[in-house]
């Protein structure tokens, strides 16, 4: 395959993701706002455009489309009775203890490291703006997977925000490997 097929192929997926978030009532900007409101203490000059360019860079990944394709047609096929009807039962309630969704995700936030996994189980636990709305909607709509992704693209973007910060760490420099020498053995 060429590399300009494999980037036709690649905007293909990233705007069938769009698609899909937006049939799911998601925009770039509700997840943009998670991200401003996760990240506006540690950058002073954030502005929400970058957090929505952060969003977009995110969905940019492969692997992120991947899970943003999987769940959200997971939830579709759960709404259309595609199931047996026990998976469709816990997938249409949420099962508290059914965890797959979080654990497809996981796909999205750890290519940031921990950081993306505290700020990923930080809005799963308070679940800000539109993820709490989408946790919200179980009465007809399927919103397992949905809410997951929103919260792992939220925290996804915010990572990568954290992670192009000049460091300001008062962590000491490395002595020299003589001074290291010196007084491991004196």
Do not use: W
Request: hydrophobic share 35%.
């Amino acid at each position: 395959m060429s590399r300009k097929e494999e980037y036709l192929k690649q905007s293909v997926m990233e705007k069938h993701c769009y698609k899909l978030l937006e049939e799911r009532g998601v925009k770039i900007e509700q997840i943009a706002d998670i991200v401003y409101d996760l990240q506006k203490a540690y950058v002073h000059d954030l502005t929400h455009k970058e957090c929505v360019e952060n969003v977009r860079a995110v969905l940019r990944k492969r692997e992120v489309q991947n899970a943003v394709i999987t769940g959200i047609e997971i939830d579709i096929a759960a709404e259309e009775g595609h199931f047996s009807d026990l998976l469709s039962d816990l997938l249409m309630r949420d099962e508290g203890l059914y965890g797959i969704d979080e654990i497809l995700v996981l796909s999205i936030v750890n290519i940031y490291g921990s950081i993306g996994l505290t700020n990923f189980g930080y809005v799963d636990k308070v679940k800000p703006g539109i993820i709490g709305e989408l946790n919200d909607d179980k009465d007809e709509h399927c919103n397992t997977f949905i809410d997951d992704i929103v919260g792992a693209l939220a925290a996804a973007a915010a990572s990568r925000i954290a992670h192009s910060q000049p460091q300001d760490d008062d962590v000491l420099k490395s002595p020299s490997p003589e001074a290291s020498y010196k007084r491991s053995h004196n």
